[in-house]
């Protein structure tokens, strides 16, 4: 039914839509996803994201859950390399891919660069944006070797030098409410002069 261009739905069409649409939602995906190396076959709701199968399911709680809608950075993690939000990736999106959260940067003893990097510099506090700074650092580093420009490139012709402000561009999405930017900057900026 439609009455001066809204339409309206009567009860008993709301309570099949309704119904229906829990059980969609009861319906389970069949998802494979490479994590840190170990492969997960896993049932999931399709509605349930890449950041609570991380944390809720495989207890991968190193990946931090802040603002939970794409905003604040701590949940960042790189899918088949390159960084994303997880709370902004559906699980089933990740079906047949690669994620690598903090968990699965060390090489066994051995931290990942960025990791050492980070400790060397101090670059934290409280450290709940930490496990995001590393990764998304780890995915920025790669896409400024590969010549990526930033949205402060001022050449695009020739490779991104990695200055303060291209960094801070870079990483601009990776929020630390403890403002330990003076030593995240240095800190990836001396993992990328290494790397
Ligand atoms: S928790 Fe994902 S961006 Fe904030
Ligand atoms: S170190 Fe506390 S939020 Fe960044």
Not at 72 to 77: F, K, R
Not at 121 to 150: I, K, N
Not at 168 to 184: D, K, P, Q
Request: aromatic share 4%; hydrophobic share 40%.
């Amino acid at each position: 039914m439609v009455a001066a261009g809204v339409a309206i739905v009567a009860p008993t069409d709301a309570g099949n839509a309704s119904e229906s649409l829990s059980k969609r939602f009861e319906t389970l995906a069949t998802v494979h996803i490479e994590i840190n190396g170990v492969d997960h076959q896993l049932e999931l709701q399709p509605r349930v994201t890449l950041l609570d199968t991380l944390r809720e399911r495989l207890n991968l709680t190193g990946t931090k859950k802040g603002c939970n809608r794409g905003e604040c950075g701590a949940c960042t993690v790189l899918l088949d390399g390159r960084r994303v939000n997880a709370c902004l990736v559906l699980a089933v999106a990740a079906d047949g891919r690669k994620v690598t959260t903090i968990e699965g940067l060390a090489n066994g003893p051995h931290l990942h660069p960025v990791q050492q990097a980070f400790i060397d510099h101090d670059a934290f506090q409280c450290g709940y944006c930490t496990p995001g700074q590393v990764c998304s650092a780890v995915g920025m580093l790669r896409e400024a070797g590969r010549g990526w420009p930033s949205h402060v490139t001022a050449d695009l012709a020739a490779d991104p030098e990695l200055t303060e402000a291209e960094i801070a561009e870079r990483m601009s999405g990776n929020l630390c409410r403890c403002g330990a930017y003076v030593n995240i900057v240095p800190a990836v900026r001396s993992a990328g002069a290494a790397s």
